[in-house]
C-alpha cells in the first residue's frame, strides 16, 4: 500500500507508458489531470479517443488525415508535380513551417531496417510508385532523416525510382546554421565540404 | 497550415496544457498515443475519465479516496492516536514509502498563502479539528514542505492545536543524507545545528 487509490494509480500507470516520461513525472501529470479543470480533463480524454478512431491515412500521401484527402493534397494551389517523401507525419509540420516547399508529401510510415525486422514491403512504396505511374510528377525530395536508415531508403528509393521520368533529389547536408565548425564531427564537416557552393 | 489534421492538434493541445510540456514535447507524446497499440490509448482515456468521475475525498483524512475510506483509514492495523498531516494528497507515497509511519493522514489540500488569496478557510482544517476533538488523536506531526507557506501554514495549526490535549511535532530539518557541507544553504545548515542531536 503506497496511498494512492486504484483510479491515481491506474492514471499514472497510463502517463508513465508514455516515451520520456517516468514514475515522478507521470505522477505529477496524473495528480495535475485530477485537479485540472473538469471539462478540460473531458476534452483531453475525448481527443485521445478521436484520435485513435478518427484519423486515418490519406488516400492520396498516406499522411494521417481527418478526411478521405489531407488539407494539402485537397488544396489546388500545391504543386502536383513535386513530391516531399518524408519518414513520420511529423516530419511534415517541420518541412511547412521553412514555407519553402509547396508541392505534395508523400508518408513511408518508417524507414527500411533490417536490424528492427522492417523491409520496404511494410512501408507506403507501393503507394508511391502509383502516384508516380500516374506521369504528373517532375521532382521527388528525399526528406528522411540523416541517419543510416534514412540514407538506404533514399537510396534504395532513388534505384526503385529510376525507370520513371522523374529527378530524385536528397536535402542537402552541411553545416547548421549558426554552428561552429570546431564543434561539426567529421562526417558532417566532409559532405559540407563536398557540397561546397560557389559564392557568387 | 502546418500540415496537422484536427485531431492531431487538438491532441497535441491537450498534452500541452500539462504542467512542463512544451510543444515539441506535446507533439512526441500525441504521435506516440495515434500509433500505440489501440487497447492501450483507449485505456489511457479511461484512466483520465474514470479518475475525474470516481475519485472523491476519503471522509476521514480527506486523501483522494475510490471508496468512501481510503485504504489508509479503512486499514485496522494502523495506528489512530496519530496524524501525518500533509499539504497534498501525492505527498503520502513520499512518506509510505519510507515505512517508517505507520499512523493515519490528514491531507489539507493546499497551505495557507495569503499572496495567492488562499486562506485557512479554503483549506481542509476543519476537518482535522474534528477529528482531533474524538478525543483518539495523541500526536499530530505537521509534514508540508520546509517552504514560508508550509512553515506559516504549520505554525497556524499548532497554535489552533494548543487547546487540544495532543502533542505537535514538525518533521526535522538539517542536512539531507548524502549531501555535503560545502553546498548546504546557510539556513539548511542554521537549522542543522539548533537541531543537533547527542551521538551516543
Redesign the interface.
Known sequence: ????????S??I??FS?????GRK?A????????H?N?E?????????????E??HYCACCQ?????EL???CA?DARDRSLICVVE???D??S???TREFHGL?HVLHGLISPIDGIGPEQLKIKELLERVGKGDVKEIIMATNPTVEGEATALYLARLLNPFDVTVTRLAFGLPVGGDLEYADEVTLSRAIEGRQKIL
Open positions: 500500500m503506497n496511498g494512492q487509490t486504484g483510479y491515481v491506474r492514471l500507470e497510463s507508458k508514455l516515451p520520456g516520461i513525472t505522477s505529477r501529470l496524473a495528480y495535475h489531470v485530477i485540472m473538469y478540460e480533463a473531458m476534452e483531453f480524454a475525448a481527443a485521445i479517443v478521436d484520435a485513435r478518427n484519423l499522411n494521417l488525415s481527418d478526411e489531407c488539407p494539402i488544396d513520420r507525419p511529423r511534415i509540420p518541412i511547412e513551417k508529401y
